[in-house]
Nanobody
Framework: QVQLVESGGGLVQAGGSLRLSCAAS????????MGWYRQVSGKQRALVAG???????NYADSVKGRFTISRDNDKNTVYLQMNSLKPEDTAIYYC??????????WGQGTQVTVTS
C-alpha cells in the first residue's frame, strides 16, 4: 500500500500557473502508474492526467496542452504543472495510483481556485 500527500494548491488569477506535488511513501512507487484527479462541487471525481511507470502520459481533453504531469522516482514524487489556468479548473485535486486507484490512499487533496 502507498500513502500520498498532496500540496501546492492555492488561489490564482486566470492565465496563471500552479505546480502541484504528490509525495508518495512505500518502496513500490516506481512500479506503479500515478494520476492526478479532481473533484468539483456537484460532480464525480475525474482523472486529469496519468503517467505510467515508464513515463508515458494521458490527459483529459479539457487540460491537454495546458497541464503537464511528471514524476521523479528517486524522490517518490509526482508533479502536475498547470499553466493557462481557467476558472473551470477550480477544484480539489488529488493524486493516486493510476489507472487503478487504491481506495484507502485518498488524502485531503489540495484546493485550486482560479478567479476571473
Amino acid at each position: 500500500q502507498v500513502q500520498l500527500v498532496e500540496s501546492g494548491g492555492g488561489l490564482v488569477q486566470a492565465g496563471g500557473s500552479l505546480r502541484l506535488s504528490c509525495a508518495a511513501s512505500g518502496r513500490t512507487f516506481s512500479f506503479n502508474g500515478m494520476g492526478w484527479y479532481r473533484q468539483v462541487s456537484g460532480k464525480q471525481r475525474a482523472l486529469v492526467a496519468g503517467i505510467s511507470r515508464g513515463g508515458s502520459t494521458n490527459y483529459a481533453d479539457s487540460v491537454k496542452g495546458r497541464f503537464t504531469i511528471s514524476r521523479d522516482n528517486d524522490k517518490n514524487t509526482v508533479y502536475l504543472q498547470m499553466n493557462s489556468l481557467k476558472p473551470e479548473d477550480t477544484a480539489i485535486y488529488y493524486c493516486n495510483v493510476w489507472p487503478v486507484t487504491i481506495v484507502g490512499s485518498w488524502g485531503q487533496g489540495t484546493q485550486v481556485t482560479v478567479t476571473s
